[in-house]
């Protein structure tokens, strides 16, 4: 009796024999079906482990399959043989829920692969309440409850996900959940914040470099691919990649293989692709300010993380649960929250959502004296309604800017004069800060450090 089971939908007896061969070399019983009918038939009889079928069909085609497995076995990894080059079927089988794809002919080795990622997902734990709570997704409102089970879906399968959402919503967080109750869980997850990267350095940090291939390469270097090898890449502001680099990046997705700066060869990447930003990616690409190849290979996929406004009933377990984790870190007792906080803390609009509220609470933490946290405590800033008079001047005198001979030097005075402003007026409250100036928190956190700003 072998371990585990497979269903094989192919209408060629020769390549169903091959499938059949490798998977039972791989303990696995293999049941096979030649159409879409006998398909349904033996879905019907029992379940099975794993499911690979053809796009092609005499009497339908995969996608049929795919669909309603996804919507009736969803525990069950379904994987799509295409055609070779079909990259518009590969990405509608995606889309519809296939586990992963793989391209005729068959290339066995990773037809192996992906059945032992296929296979792994039986030892991932199917709850995310499962996971360790440092990496809880809280809140039990409506569209916490949606995202929640949205991301218990695209975990099972390999297809690449754009997490959408405002600066602090938890796109990170999300992408992490993902990664974890993936078939990659034991491989590593590697976030890369894309708009925090010195343009010049960009080729080298994603795909490494050999030593001496410019001045400071002092010895080989493994880029992000490498490091996320058999793993996920998160690919965090994705908005802020260079154009170049859009190009290169579009190659490696699409060859499945990087080159190190300075190398002459290839080498083979199995790497899942999550990618996020707070920007309207479609948006920048009718601007052709980001390349629409690229951006369907990324948004096979989309996640949208709401806002912190959109789900009020979950305030109350996030102020709660950040209290408990900053009153431990610092060794103070747990302080409670006073009604007019909290009828405060209720009322805020949150520009910078769940990050904004944990920094407001980790303040007010400090700033408590007693075991209560008051309003005063929590030093809200107060925002513009207007969104017209959130745009900043910098106070630079246009006289004196003329006369200047570095635009570097000028701009940086422009951009410090701006940051300062922005951060006076929300009470060095960096997230409504980078709100106001309209850039993301850490693309603030990395500004200020450039220019240092304290
Ligand atoms: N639902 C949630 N439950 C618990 N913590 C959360 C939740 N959402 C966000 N957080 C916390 O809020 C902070 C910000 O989250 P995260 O970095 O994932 O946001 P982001 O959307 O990726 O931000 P940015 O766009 O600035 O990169 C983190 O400390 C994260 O742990």
């Known amino acids: 009796m072998k371990k585990y089971s497979a269903l094989i939908i192919d209408d060629e007896p020769d390549i169903r024999q091959l499938i059949a061969l490798t998977l039972s070399r791989m303990d696995m019983e293999c049941y096979q079906a030649a159409n879409v009918s006998e398909a ?17 069909l005499p009497d339908g085609n995969g996608l049929e399959i795919i669909q309603l497995c996804h919507a009736r076995y969803a525990d069950m990894p379904v994987a799509m043989i295409t055609a070779y080059g079909s990259m518009d079927m590969a990405v ?8 992963d794809v793989v391209a005729k002919p068959l290339d066995i080795a990773r037809l192996r692969e992906l059945v032992a990622a296929a296979l792994q997902l039986t030892r991932v734990p199917v709850h995310l309440e499962s996971l360790p709570s440092s990496d809880a997704l809280l809140g039990r409102s409506g569209a916490m409850m949606a995202l929640k089970d949205k991301i218990q879906k695209v975990a099972r399968t390999q297809a690449p996900v754009f997490i959408h959402g405002e600066s602090g919503t938890g796109k990170e967080l999300v992408a992490r959940l993902i990664h974890h109750q993936s078939s990659r869980a034991d491989d590593p997850f590697i976030p890369v914040n894309c708009g925090a990267i010195p343009k010049d350095l960009m080729e080298s940090e994603f795909f490494g470099h050999k030593r001496g291939s410019f001045t400071g390469a002092s010895a080989d270097k493994d880029g992000f691919f490498k490091a996320a090898e058999g793993g996920t890449l998160f690919l965090d502001e994705v908005a802020e990649l260079p154009l170049d680099m859009q190009a290169k990046l579009l190659r490696v997705i699409q060859e499945k293989a990087t080159r190190a700066v300075g190398s002459e060869h290839e080498s083979p990447i199995d790497v899942r692709i999550l990618s996020a930003s707070h920007k309207d990616l479609a948006k920048m690409v009718e601007e052709e300010r980001f390349r629409q190849d690229l951006f369907f290979r990324l948004d096979v996929i989309q996640i949208a993380v709401p806002r912190l406004r959109e789900r009020q009933e979950d305030i109350p377990t996030l102020i709660n ?7 431990r870190e610092w060794g103070m007792p747990e ?6 906080a909290m009828a ?17 609470l980790q303040r007010a ?3 408590a004296e007693g075991d209560e946290i008051n309003q005063l ?3 809200l800033p107060v925002h513009d309604k207007d969104p017209a008079t959130r745009l900043l001047m910098p106070a630079i005198d246009p006289a004196a800017a003329i006369e200047t001979s570095n635009l570097e030097d000028y701009l940086e005075n422009i951009e410090r004069s701006a940051i300062t402003q922005a951060l006076e007026a929300t ?16 693309a603030l956190r990395y500004r200020c450090k450039k220019l240092d700003i304290d």
């Open 344 to 360: 405060a803390l209720m009322d805020y609009n949150y520009p910078g959502n769940v990050r904004e509220l944990e920094n407001i």
């Open 335 to 340: 302080a409670s929250v006073g009604r007019d």
């Open 365 to 367: 933490v400090t700033m």
């Open 92 to 99: 509608e089988a995606l889309k519809a829920g296939a586990f």
């Open 321 to 327: 649960h950040f209290i408990r984790k900053y009153s």
């Open 40 to 56: 349904l038939a033996l879905l019907a009889e029992r379940p099975y482990h794993f499911c690979v079928t053809d796009m092609k």
């Open 377 to 379: 405590d929590l030093n």
């Open 427 to 442: 009470r060095w409250n960096k997230t409504a800060a980078a709100e106001k100036l309209g850039i993301s928190f850490r």
